[in-house]
Nanobody
Framework: QLQLVESGGGLVQPGGSLRLSCAASGRAFSLYALGWYRQAPGKQRELVSTIQTIGSTYYPNSVKGRFTISRDNAKNTMYLQMNSLKPEDTAVYYC?????????WGQGTQVTVSS
C-alpha cells in the first residue's frame, strides 16, 4: 500500500510559478507509474501529466510547454513544476500512483491563480 501527500499549492498571480510535491510512504515507489490530476469547481477531474517508471512523460496540450513532471525515486517524491500559470489552471491538484491496476490518490492541494 502507498500513501501520498501533496504540498506546494497556494495563491499565485497569472504568469507566476509554483512547484507541487507528492511525497509517498510505502514500498517500491520506483515501480509505480505516477501522475498529476486536477479538478476545478463544477468540472470533472482531468489529467495534467504522467511519468512512467522509466521516466517517459506525457502532457496534454493545455499544459504542454508550461508544466514539467519529475520524480526522485530515492526520495519517494514526485514533483510538478508549473510555470506561466493561468487563471484556468485554478483547481485542486491530486497526485496518483498506479501499479498492477491499483491506484492510490493523495488528498489534493489547492492551486489558485488570480490577480
Amino acid at each position: 500500500q502507498l500513501q501520498l501527500v501533496e504540498s506546494g499549492g497556494g495563491l499565485v498571480q497569472p504568469g507566476g510559478s509554483l512547484r507541487l510535491s507528492c511525497a509517498a510512504s510505502g514500498r517500491a515507489f520506483s515501480l509505480y507509474a505516477l501522475g498529476w490530476y486536477r479538478q476545478a469547481p463544477g468540472k470533472q477531474r482531468e489529467l495534467v501529466s504522467t511519468i512512467q517508471t522509466i521516466g517517459s512523460t506525457y502532457y496534454p496540450n493545455s499544459v504542454k510547454g508550461r508544466f514539467t513532471i519529475s520524480r526522485d525515486n530515492a526520495k519517494n517524491t514526485m514533483y510538478l513544476q508549473m510555470n506561466s500559470l493561468k487563471p484556468e489552471d485554478t483547481a485542486v491538484y491530486y497526485c496518483a500512483a498506479t501499479k498492477s491496476r491499483t491506484t492510490y490518490w493523495g488528498q489534493g492541494t489547492q492551486v489558485t491563480v488570480s490577480s
